[in-house]
């Protein structure tokens, strides 16, 4: 297959998988606001180095994506990576204990 057809479909691809982000992301901001009842959302704060929130900046820009998109899809990465690892290093019951908890 041709290198730059398969980038070019695997961009226009994307691009249709990540649209329907944009409607949670607009009831986020709505709920942020204080417009929207149906989502509850809880501030998640922490000091970092300038380093390693420059770099943050810096991604975010070249991305053209909004920070507290790509923070919360590097917690939620992190997260089920830990998840991953504790049930191993534990049990399989431990890992679905807190998928329960999760979904609940």
Known sequence: ??????????????????????????????AIEGESKHLEIKNVCTKMSKELADEIDNTVRFLDIRKRKFIELAIIQALADAKEIIGEVLDDDWAEDQAERSAK
């Open 1 to 30: 297959m041709n290198k730059e057809f398969k980038e070019f479909v695997t961009y226009k691809t994307l691009g249709i998988k990540h649209q329907s982000s944009t409607l949670s992301e607009l009831l986020l901001d709505e």
